[in-house]
C-alpha cells in the first residue's frame, strides 16, 4: 500500500514551543494510529544545532516546513491556524496544489484506506 503522508499545520510562534510540540505530537499519533505518516514541522529544529537554530528565523523554519509539505498528500489544520500568518500560507499553498485539507476543529479525520479510495 501507498504511504500517505500528512503534514501537520497550525500556530507556533505565540505560544510556548513544549505546548506546540506536545499539540504536535498527540496529532501525529492518532495519525499514526490510522495508518498514515505525520509529518511534524516541530521536529526541523531537530536537524540543526541549537545554536543554528538559534540565529534561524521564521522565514528559515517556513522554508524548511513548506520543503517538507511539498512532500505530503494532505495538511492538517490544528485549532487556532486562522490566527497563524505560517499556517495560513501552508493552507493556502495546500489549496492551490489540490491536496486533502482537514480541521481539527471541526473534526476531520479520514483513514488512509478512505483517502486512497477517493
Known amino acids: 500500500m501507498e504511504e500517505v503522508r500528512v503534514y501537520v499545520s ?7 514551543f513544549e505546548d ?10 492518532e495519525l499514526r ?14 536537524n540543526s544545532s541549537p545554536e543554528e537554530n538559534a540565529l534561524k528565523g521564521w ?3 517556513m522554508r524548511e516546513g513548506i520543503k517538507s ?18 499556517a495560513k500560507l501552508e493552507l493556502q499553498l ?5 491536496m486533502h485539507i482537514w480541521y481539527e476543529k471541526y473534526g ?3 483513514t488512509e ?6
Open 69 to 86: 509539505l511539498m512532500d505530503c498528500d494532505a495538511i492538517y489544520m490544528l485549532e487556532g491556524y486562522e490566527h497563524s500568518r505560517g
Open 33 to 46: 494510529s490510522s495508518g498514515l505518516t505525520p509529518v511534524d514541522p516541530t521536529l526541523i529544529e531537530q
Open 59 to 61: 522565514e528559515d523554519f
Open 108 to 110: 476531520d479525520f479520514i
Open 20 to 29: 506546540t510540540k506536545q499539540h504536535f505530537r498527540r496529532i501525529a499519533a
Open 10 to 16: 497550525g500556530p507556533v510562534s505565540n505560544r510556548s
Open 94 to 98: 495546500a489549496d492551490k496544489l489540490g
Open 113 to 118: 484506506q478512505e483517502l486512497l479510495n477517493e
